[in-house]
């Protein structure tokens, strides 16, 4: 477990014409947490699914504990959880079935832990309604309870706590600070501050 | 091996540079080839002693028909180089054959027909050659589509790039299901596109006008190269530099 | 709220196997699909529609129409299972769970061979239950009724699968359906010739065993080799 790390070496990346990702690097060890800024269309979410081996990047490397994630990239996505800007969730699904088809596709999760997932984030209450009567801050809070499922080494994060009230949030920041002291490691665009002790917190800011 | 010629290709001003060099180098033979091809087939050769003068269109006809699968072929290979080593100049030559060989099927299609009125008596006939060559047509028209639908260039040509790999691969299956369905159906008396017996004045015409299309072919692929490297790499710098050139 | 450790002990780290994260899929699409019942039943209903335009178009004299039943069958066959293709991927490609398959470390050549396969359950099965009835409709004899089933059955699923390509490069694009027909039909048409010749020797009464061979040939051709293309499709279209 200590020997996660995550580097990033001189990524470039091309959207259309647009040179997008203009050498990014970084160094990211176990417990850290990098917080991603920049305006929109700086290049966020592009980083981030490159990241997740989504996108392929023109230049550069990701080396996931050392090795080239694309080496074998199906193994490397089994270990990173990646949510993005909508939560991947079924319309007509409710929302405790939804977390059982996509994290127990995953890992075998029981009728237990996804209660008490629900339960974690709040949302025990809606949990056996469709997805489809839900707000999209209790769509948010059921997308978190997935997260908290995810005890994986990796997280990466779209701007996590979108549509969520002040307590929501300081909600993400909780379950950041414990996959960190699990010894994860989190990449995570955002707005605003991330509650998270600082000393854990490394910066990169994308500019256009 | 040294391959260094192949990966050098890959880079955009080498080959844009390259095409212009080499499009005089196919042009003109290209002309010299059809001239004298069209020359020796409508004029020298004499006239075929079943289908009188009327075979000549074979002249234009199974040159065209033999160039649309070749460069549909081309364009598969290119589009799978594109696809594997993601060069993007690959896909640009893959982009620049399609409307080429949308072109020489089409050309086929229209000789075809045009054959198969002194022949048959009709405009069209369901012949196992001519029904392929329509599917080829769709074919293309879908590659065509399916680029045009996609506005992002990289993921354009990727999935076009898979799109024409999984065609390729059904050319033959397609071809072979056309001809069974048509030996299913024939009447006694067989109404196809039937080669004549070739004698050698009437075959060395038809190699000419062969080669002289491949010949085309390669001076369009390299004209349409340049234009597609061109709208391509417009952000680039080295453009300004080739341009002023 | 419960505190942080009880579901990281719950939450068992244990990888789920491949048939695991199959059956799954499949349940899920499933399970989706009857919540829709009214968007299973619209390609059925298109099917009976255009079986019902032939009678209208030529005549209705059945021994006319036997004739054409073959092709009438087929197109028709053809046309309701496009129609359904739509539904494979856009759905999962627009709320963000496709992307999820590709990401959740499972491979997606068989996540996707297990949509593809709910999708066949849901439109190639009953449309292949259908068959006969229509066949009939057009003038088919009722001995020719268990080959007829037989041949939309296997055709079914190769039209599924070579679907499913289609469907996968035309992800991203609005309004494509027009887009997804030229590209699926060229490549269906063997399905439709050996499917339409199979009905033919059916509704003659010839041994079926040549044509219903040459369909599953095909059907095994496609079931090896489609879930590769359109997993390779999707990944294009994701990125």
């Known amino acids: ?208 | ?245 | 709220m419960a505190t942080a450790g009880a579901y990281t002990q719950a939450a068992a780290a244990v990888p789920v196997s491949a048939l695991e994260a199959v059956s799954l899929a499949l349940r899920r699409d499933l399970t989706l699909a009857f919540r829709k019942p009214a968007q299973l039943i619209q390609p059925l209903a298109f099917f009976a529609l255009v079986t019902m335009l032939f009678p209208l178009a030529i005549s209705p004299e059945l021994s006319q129409l036997r004739a054409v039943a073959p092709g009438a069958l087929w197109a028709a066959a053809l046309l309701a299972s496009l129609l359904a293709l739509e539904f494979l991927f856009r759905d999962d490609a627009l709320d963000g769970t496709l992307e999820q398959y590709a990401l959740s470390g499972q491979s997606l050549t068989a996540l996707l061979c297990a949509k593809t396969l709910a999708h066949w359950l849901l439109t190639g099965l009953p449309l292949a239950c259908m068959a006969p009835f229509a066949a009939l409709a057009l003038g088919a004899p009722s001995a020719a009724l268990s080959g007829i089933v037989a041949s939309v059955l296997l055709g079914s699923i190769t039209l599924s699968l070579i679907g499913s390509i289609g469907a996968a490069l035309t992800l991203n694009i609005k309004r494509s359906s027009a887009l997804l027909s030229l590209l699926t039909l060229p490549l269906s048409l063997p399905v439709l010739i050996f499917g339409a010749r199979a009905t033919q020797v059916a509704i003659s009464g010839g041994a079926l065993i040549a044509p219903v061979e040459l369909l599953a040939a095909l059907a095994v051709l496609a079931l090896t080799l489609a879930p590769l293309a359109a997993a390779a499709a999707v990944r294009i279209s994701l990125e």
Not at chain 1, 70 to 94: C, I, M, V
Not at chain 2, 140 to 157: F, K, S, V
Not at chain 2, 179 to 207: C, D, E, I, Y
Not at chain 2, 224 to 242: D, G, H, K, N, V
Request: aromatic share 8%; charged share 15%; with cysteine.
């Open chain 2, 1 to 245: 091996m040294n391959f260094t010629w192949f990966h050098r290709l890959g880079s955009p001003p080498y080959t844009y540079a390259l095409a212009r060099r080499l499009t005089p180098w196919f042009a003109w033979p290209a002309a010299l080839l059809i001239l004298a091809g069209l020359w020796g087939g409508l004029v020298l050769a004499p006239p075929d002693y079943q289908q009188g003068d009327g075979f000549r269109i074979i002249y234009v006809h199974a040159p065209s028909a033999w160039m649309s699968l070749m460069v549909y072929t081309s364009m598969a290979v290119a589009a799978a180089v594109g696809l594997i080593w993601r060069i993007k100049v690959a896909h640009a030559a893959a982009a620049s054959c399609a409307p080429i060989g949308a072109s020489f099927t089409v050309a086929a299609l229209v000789t075809g027909s045009l054959w198969g009125q002194p022949m048959w008596g009709t405009y069209w006939q369901w012949d196992p050659r001519l029904t392929s060559e329509l599917v080829l047509l769709f074919l293309y028209l879908g590659y065509m589509g399916l680029r045009a639908g996609i506005e992002d260039t990289q993921r354009a040509d990727r999935a076009s790039a898979l799109l024409a790999v999984v065609g390729v691969v059904n050319v033959p299956i397609i071809h072979y299901s056309v001809t069974w369905w048509n030996s299913l159906h024939q009447a006694p008396s067989v109404m196809r596109l039937a080669k004549p017996t070739m004698a050698a004045s009437m075959l060395v015409p038809l190699l000419m006008m062969l080669l002289g299309f491949t010949s085309l072919f390669a001076a369009l692929l390299l004209v349409r190269l340049r234009a597609e490297i061109l709208t391509r790499e417009r952000t680039s710098s080295w453009i300004r530099e080739a341009l002023s050139a």
């Open chain 1, 1 to 208: 477990m200590s020997a996660d790390s995550l580097e990033v070496e001189n990524l470039h990346l091309w959207r259309g014409e647009r040179h997008v990702l203009r050498g990014v690097g970084f160094v990211l060890s176990a417990g850290q947490c990098l917080k991603v800024t920049g305006a929109n269309g700086a290049g966020k979410t592009s980083l981030l699914r490159t990241l997740a081996g989504l996108m392929y990047p023109e230049d550069g490397c990701v080396r996931w504990r050392g090795v080239d994630a694309r080496a074998d990239l199906r193994t490397f996505q089994g270990s990173l959880a990646y949510l993005g800007h909508e939560p991947p969730l079924k319309a007509d699904l409710t929302a405790r079935e939804n977390l059982h088809y996509w994290i127990g596709g995953r890992r075998r999760v029981g009728g237990a832990a996804l209660a008490s997932a629900l339960a974690r984030v709040g949302a025990e209450s809606f949990a056996d309604r469709l997805v489809r009567t839900l707000s999209a801050g209790q769509r948010r809070r059921v997308a978190l309870a997935g997260l908290a499922l995810c005890i994986v080494p990796l997280w990466l994060l779209d701007e996590p706590a979108t549509n969520l009230d002040a307590e929501g949030q300081r909600l993400v920041g909780t379950l950041i600070a414990e996959q960190l002291a699990r010894g994860g490691l989190a990449v995570a665009a955002v707005h605003h501050e991330l509650p998270v002790e600082p000393a854990q917190v490394r910066s990169l800011e994308l500019s256009l």
